[in-house]
């Protein structure tokens, strides 16, 4: 009779080998959408600090000439930051695909392999 911690050990090795991949790619997903989200909070940041600060000199500002050259001050610095965030996202980007791609190649090899063993049992 076979011994049932070995059956289940056995099964539970098997199971963790079948969906390292999937746990892989999940990992990896994880990663990336982390990433998304401090950024957009980021982001969000500056446009709240923008909003308020555009709402300060509003209630701060005595003639229209200043006000329109603060205005475009603040506005030029929001335009700064966004590109400079609108940067980091594409490179962002770029190294989730790279790592995506990079766990495609590594999976893909895994399973050409196996199924090769298994046509030559067979």
Request: proline fraction near 2%.
């Amino acid at each position: 009779m076979a011994n049932p911690n070995t059956e289940i050990n056995a099964f539970l090795e098997a199971s963790k080998k079948a969906l390292a991949p999937a746990a892989r790619f999940n990992e990896l997903s994880a990663k990336t959408i982390e990433r998304v989200a401090r950024m957009n909070y980021e982001a969000l940041g500056d446009f709240l600090n923008y909003g308020l600060a555009h709402l300060h000199l509003t209630s701060s500002v005595k003639d229209v000439p200043a006000f329109v050259k603060k205005s475009t001050e603040l506005t030029h610095q929001l335009v700064e930051k966004q590109t400079q965030r609108s940067q980091e996202l594409i490179k962002l980007a770029s190294e989730s695909q790279a790592d995506f791609t990079q766990w495609l190649d590594k999976t893909t090899a895994e399973v050409a392999a196996k199924t090769a063993k298994f046509e030559k049992a067979a």
